[in-house]
Nanobody
Framework: VQLQASGGGLVQAGGSLTLSCAAS????????IGWFREAPGKEREAVSC????????YYADFVKGRFTISRDKAKNTVYLQMNNLRPEDTAVYYC???????????????????WGKGTLVTVSS
């Protein structure tokens, strides 16, 4: 199982970014997959997760209405569209999965077993 995240960068407040997570070694048709983030001095937290078998999504309250998680089955890739970014969204973003979790809620409320390398998102004020 390998996850490769990309798409981070520097953006002004109110701007948008799209993160990508390319998965290999498994197909995105059963396990849940999600995005987590870790801001400087803070604990890693769940942002959004997707149940790949029924497309049920889970969002943390602080991103509801601003972020959208989606999947491209053909590319075996998951995306996180981030709109109306705020300085407090600055963090290293990680994609993660756990072959033992098919529920987006369960994944986002657990410690996944498989992590990709993070991608840094910096939002300037």
């Amino acid at each position: 199982v390998q996850l490769q995240a990309s798409g981070g960068g520097l953006v002004q407040a109110g701007g948008s970014l799209t993160l990508s997570c390319a998965a290999s070694g498994f197909t995105l048709d059963r396990p849940a997959i999600g995005w987590f983030r870790e801001a400087p001095g803070k604990e890693r937290e769940a942002v959004s997760c997707l149940s790949t078998w029924n497309d049920i999504t889970y969002y943390a309250d602080f991103v509801k209405g601003r972020f959208t998680i989606s999947r491209d089955k053909a590319k075996n890739t998951v995306y996180l569209q981030m709109n109306n970014l705020r300085p407090e969204d600055t963090a290293v973003y990680y994609c993660a999965t756990d072959l033992g979790h098919s529920s987006s809620y369960a994944l986002c409320n657990s410690r996944p077993t498989n992590w990709g390398k993070g991608t840094l998102v910096t939002v300037s004020s």
